[in-house]
C-alpha cells in the first residue's frame, strides 16, 4: 500500500495530516482523505476484487447446475407419480372387469340352477334365486 503514497503531480511522498488528508512533501499538494484511499487500491485489493467476482461466478453457476438437477429430479419424481397412477388405474380396471366376469358366470349358473330343476324348487328357493339373479342385473347395469 505504501508504495502508492506517491504525489500524481512530482512522485513526492504523501504525508499523512490530521484530518485524514494528504500533502505532498514535495509540491505541496493536498489529497483529501476519500482520494488516497482510492489510490491505495492496490494490487491485492483488485485480486480479491477478482477472487470475489470468480467466486460469485462459480457459485452462481454452481446454483444454476442445482436448480437444473432438481429440475431433473422434479420430473422424474412427476413421471413416476404418472407411471404409478397409470398402473393404479390400470389395476382398477382390471380388477372391475374380473368382478363383472365373476359376476356374469354366478348370474349364469344360477339361471341354468333356474331352469334345469325348476319344478324340483321350493317357491322360497326359487324366490332366493331370482332375487339374487336380479341383484347381480343391478351391480353389473351399474357404470365403472
Ligand atoms: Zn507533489
Given at each position: ?28 499538494r ?17 485480486k ?31 413421471e ?43 317357491g ?21
Open positions: 500500500m505504501a508504495e502508492k503514497r506517491q504525489c500524481e503531480s512530482c512522485g513526492g511522498k504523501l504525508v499523512s495530516r490530521p484530518d485524514g488528508s494528504f500533502e505532498c512533501d514535495g509540491c505541496g493536498v489529497y483529501p482523505a476519500g482520494q488516497v484511499k482510492a489510490a491505495e487500491y492496490t494490487r491485492q485489493e483488485r480479491a476484487a477478482l477472487e470475489h467476482a470468480v467466486k460469485e461466478r462459480h457459485e452462481l453457476r454452481r446454483a444454476e447446475w442445482e436448480s437444473r438437477k432438481e429440475e431433473v429430479v422434479r420430473k422424474a419424481a412427476a413416476r407419480t404418472e407411471r404409478e397412477q397409470k398402473a393404479a388405474k390400470a389395476r382398477a380396471l382390471e380388477e372391475r372387469l374380473q368382478k363383472r366376469e365373476k359376476l356374469t358366470e354366478e348370474k349364469n349358473a344360477l339361471q341354468t340352477e333356474l331352469a334345469r330343476s325348476r319344478s324340483l324348487f321350493t322360497k328357493h326359487k324366490k332366493e334365486l331370482e332375487a339374487r339373479i336380479a341383484d347381480i342385473e343391478a351391480e353389473l347395469k351399474k357404470p365403472d
